[in-house]
């Protein structure tokens, strides 16, 4: 038994928490906000939230677990999900499922590839998916917000509008990535209404309890907070899959390594994840490796994982 941990008994997780929590206090190091967009850069890197809840709506949490902060990234996971529901395979069509082991806003694979991003979660990809859930619904990032509000039970939920615009005037690395897909024929709406609806997606506040909630569907594979369906069982393994094996961008291998789940990040220092059948967890924690992917926010999923036995491995 040497150098193994006892999993604590799963009856509450709210003693995990309160340990992760504090080991997390003794432990130098949170990394730095994302400074690429002003409206991110200001926020404290030492402030810390994680939240796990239990497929029937039980959630337990620590630290800041109920203060919104910018979701960014983590929005691809719903947004994905949103439109596999509406098109299903074709998406795929549109979109890759490899890991692409560049940065999350790369252009380098694009040319080759011919307008197909490698995976949803890459900035390509993401803007491939909103803007066929754009074509789908006629907005986007309402359908998005409001599918948040539903899940989490919080209609409080909104979109920034400081983080929105701040995007927007920083934008020029999603804009050329969406002129260039539009000149493949892969982006159906004018690349200005897209990129509006993408920096809108990006700036929505929600806490690290909303989101545990709201990723409840992918723990209940593929049914929804009020018990109807929304991805087939099959559909919720492939988010999953995706998100185990693109969701940290090229950070995937070493977090499947750590942490062992699926996972998304994104920069405002947010990370989901699923143990699919278990439970659904966020971690929120602003300071970031040079990755994009929240320092303290890892490293907790790391000891929820080591701590609890509970991974897909
Ligand atoms: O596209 C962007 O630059 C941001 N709004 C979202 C980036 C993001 O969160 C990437 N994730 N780590």
Redesign the pocket.
């Known amino acids: 038994m040497g150098g193994m941990t006892a999993p604590l008994p799963s009856r509450t997780f709210q003693p995990v928490l309160e340990r992760i929590a504090e080991e997390l206090e003794r432990r130098p190091g949170r990394g730095r906000p994302a400074d690429y ?1 002003p409206a991110l850069a200001a926020v404290d890197p030492g402030r810390f939230g994680m939240a796990v809840a239990e497929p029937d709506g039980t959630v337990y949490g620590v630290g800041e677990w109920r203060q919104p902060f910018s979701t ?2 983590v929005t691809k996971v719903f947004t994905l999900a949103l439109d596999l529901a509406r098109e299903g395979d074709e998406l795929w069509e549109h979109v890759g499922r490899e890991p692409s082991g560049n940065p ?2 790369s252009l380098v694979q694009l040319e080759y590839e011919h307008g197909i991003p490698r995976n949803p979660f890459i ?1 390509a990809g993401a803007l491939v998916v909103t803007d066929r859930l754009h074509t789908r619904t006629g907005d986007a990032a309402g359908t998005l917000l409001d599918f948040l509000c539903a899940e989490s039970g919080n209609p409080q939920l909104s979109f920034s509008k400081e983080v929105a615009d701040s ?1 927007a005037a920083h934008g020029d690395r ?1 804009a050329a990535l969406g002129h260039f897909m539009a000149s493949y024929g892969n982006i159906g709406n004018p690349v200005p209404v897209l990129l509006d609806q993408y ?1 809108r997606q ?1 700036s929505i506040e929600a806490s690290c309890a909303d989101l545990a909630l709201a990723t409840g569907f992918l723990a209940r594979h593929g049914i929804r907070a009020d018990g109807t369906r929304l991805l087939t069982r099959s559909q919720a393994k492939q988010v999953n899959a995706v998100m185990l094996t693109c969701g940290t ?1 090229d950070a995937a291998g070493d977090f499947a390594h750590r942490v062992g789940l699926p996972g998304k ?4 220092g947010g990370i989901i994840a699923v143990v699919p059948g278990r439970c659904t967890l966020c971690v929120w924690s602003p300071g970031l490796d040079e990755r ?2 929240s320092v303290a926010g890892v490293a907790a999923l790391d000891r929820f994982t080591t701590l609890t036995g509970l991974s897909v491995f």
Do not use: L, R
């Open positions: 967009i960014q990234s999350f806003n900035n995007e999603n920096f990006c961008y990040s994104g920069v405002g994009g992917n």
